[in-house]
């Protein structure tokens, strides 16, 4: 895959990427935003139910959606899925790179080469995508080196989505608030 050096984005009008905290509004006020952009929606989910707390919450987001929207499930194939699914003619709502990139180290991939070609297939499409993610960086530093690495590399990766993406929101209490705007 094409790498995206560091210090000369690509910027695109098609990438939005939309953060915030547990319960902060930000799935939600993704899928408005793909429900209000008029075109088909494909829904591409990252999580996965290791327990039956998390298979409930799945079940609630898929009841949640409309019928009519495509839904895929990723473990760690998103970039393929981006690849594969955008058109000029649709948006993609990726709920959430929280949960891809724990599943991109719990399965043992390369974080550096996966966020690579996470950024290069979102440079390379063709439609609308909307990105969701927690924004756990704000807190104190985690015990465990391996969650420190989670937060760390979860970090960097807003940070280069960031810098490719046209608009960046922060949900505060369900009020979006403009990082940056197209």
């Known amino acids: 895959m094409t790498k995206i050096p560091a210090d000369k984005p690509n910027v695109t009008s098609t990438v939005q990427l939309i953060l915030g905290g547990a319960r902060s509004g930000k799935s939600a006020y993704a899928e408005r935003m793909a429900s209000e ?9 990252t999580a996965q139910a290791f327990d039956d707390e998390m298979r409930a919450r799945i079940q609630q987001h898929q009841a949640d ?7 895929i499930e990723v473990v760690c194939e998103l970039p393929q899925a981006i690849l594969a699914q955008s058109t000029a003619d649709n948006v993609l709502l990726v709920d959430c790179l ?4 724990m599943s ?9 080469q996966s966020v690579s070609e996470l950024l290069a297939a979102l440079s390379q499409a063709k439609g609308r995508v909307l ?6 960086t704000m807190g104190v530093v985690p015990m465990g080196k391996e969650n420190r690495l989670y937060v760390d ?3 960097r990766l807003h ?4 810098q490719l993406a046209s608009d960046v929101t922060l949900m505060v209490a369900g009020i979006p608030m403009a990082v940056k705007s197209s």
Do not use: C
């Open 104 to 112: 991109v180290m719990h399965e043992g991939k390369d974080i550096h």
């Open 37 to 45: 952009s008029g075109v088909k929606v494909v829904y591409i989910a």
């Open 159 to 162: 940070q280069r989505i960031a």
């Open 131 to 136: 990105l969701v993610s927690n924004e756990i």
């Open 98 to 101: 929280t949960l891809w990139l």
């Open 65 to 71: 959606r409309p019928d009519h929207w495509q839904s």
């Open 153 to 155: 590399e979860l970090g």
